[in-house]
Structures are given as C-alpha cells and as structure tokens.
C-alpha cells in the first residue's frame, strides 16, 4: 500500500531545514576561505554526489528486477536535471545556467512544498528525493551566490523554449510507453498545486500560462540587483565631472 508523507510532517520539514542551514554555511564558507578553483570543486562535487545518487538510485532497482519503463525512468523534470547535473557543474557553461536557473527553482519549489514520495524514512526513495531535489537547488544557489552567475533578460524565454521542447519530448515517450512523465496526461496521486489548476488539459494550459510571469518573478531580483547597480555606477560617474 502506498502512504505519501504528509505535508508538514517531520519527514517533511526536517530535509528542508538541514539543506537551508548546510547552504548557508557552505556559501558562506566557500566565499570566505576558499580560492577560484577550490569553489569549482566544491561545486562539481556537489553536482556529482547529487547525480550519483539518482543513477545508483536507478540501478538498484534494474538490478532488483522490478524496473517499470512506464513509471520509473528519469523523465519528471527534477529527476532528469539531477542525473545530469554533473554536466552543468563539470563545465559550468552559461547557456545551462541560463536554463536551470529556472527550470530548478521553478521545479523543484513545488516538489519541495507538494513532496510526492510514495515510501518514508528511512527508504532508499526519501533519500533520493530529498537529495535530487533539495541539491538542485544548492547547486543553483552556489553557482549565484559563489560562482557569481547571473542570468539575463534573455535567459528567461531560452529556459521557456527548451522547457517546451522537453515537454514535446516526453509527451511522445509518454504516448509510446503509456505513461505519465512530468504530469503530462494526468495530475500527481499526492496532493499538488495542480489540483487547483483543473482537469486535463486544462491544468496544462494553465501551467503553460503561469509560466513566463513565474520565471520573470524567478528573474526579479536579478533585475533589480542589476538596475540598482547600473546607477551607482552612473552617480559615481556623474560625481566625478
């Protein structure tokens, strides 16, 4: 029988508030004691422990015999980015941060609020969840906050295309093995932002709808961090004619 950890359980909180405190210090340590390059390996390796954990995840389960093709790929958005995020923070290039930034935040703030975890502590899936999702956003956190990585203007809509793109994808590989990756042809089992949103397709419309306003409030600080600034820049300038 599966039982979903309730919302605002212990199971619930606890990753949460462990994952906040481990960010802040690491930040906080990373920009205070270590070099350049020191932060870049700090940095892959959280991208390699995150990913690591998703694949032997996976494998354990092929191995044990009662791997399902039709539930159990890594094709939900946050599962996909943890098995690869090892390639974003290997090569740290732009273009993955540019879409990251919000696919993560986006993401994984309601996997975060909604946990969809069919089985508890101490199972080897609360691990993986907790540590796919609640690592994602470390990762993206570090790369701003220590890799001082910003996104543009631009990056909002580069993030929205590819994210359809993926959609598009997955609805073909949903078609094909009859299934359900990313909530596409049906709502979340656990209780979700979705239920608020209709039936389907309707909560897909919605969704598609809501997006660009959430990724431009994703971008807002950035914007304005970025215009504050540009004008102290242009009244130290003016101060010195």
């Known amino acids: 029988m599966i039982s979903f950890i309730e919302i605002g359980s212990l199971q619930h909180i606890a990753p ?11 930040i906080w340590f990373s920009n205070r004691e270590l070099n350049r390059k020191h932060q870049e390996q700090v940095f892959n390796s959280l991208g390699v422990f995150v990913s690591l954990t998703v694949l032997v995840f996976h494998m354990y389960h092929i191995l ?83 890799l001082k990585m910003r996104p543009s203007t631009k990056s909002m809509f580069k993030s929205f295309i590819t994210l359809q793109m993926y959609a598009i994808v997955v609805f073909g590989i949903n078609y094909i093995l009859d299934s359900n990756y990313s909530y596409l042809n049906s709502k979340p089992n656990s209780a979700s932002a979705l239920d608020y949103f209709g039936d389907w397709p309707i909560y897909l419309l919605v969704m598609e709808a809501i997006l660009i306003p959430y990724f431009f409030i994703i971008y807002l600080p950035f914007f304005i961090t970025k215009k504050i600034k540009k004008n102290t820049i242009s009244q130290k300038a003016d101060s010195y004619l």
């Open 64 to 146: 044990k015999g009662n791997y399902n093709l039709s539930t159990d790929l890594p094709l939900f958005l946050c599962s996909f980015m943890a098995l690869f995020i090892f390639v974003f923070t290997k090569t740290r290039k732009y273009l993955l941060f540019e879409i990251l930034l919000f696919w993560i935040i986006a993401g994984t703030s309601q996997a975060v609020i909604t946990p969809d975890i069919p089985f508890g502590f101490p199972s080897f899936d609360y691990f993986r969840y907790w540590i796919a999702h609640l690592g994602l956003l470390v990762i993206i956190f570090y790369a701003i906050c220590v």
């Open 16 to 26: 949460i508030i462990f994952t906040l405190i481990f960010s802040i210090v690491l």
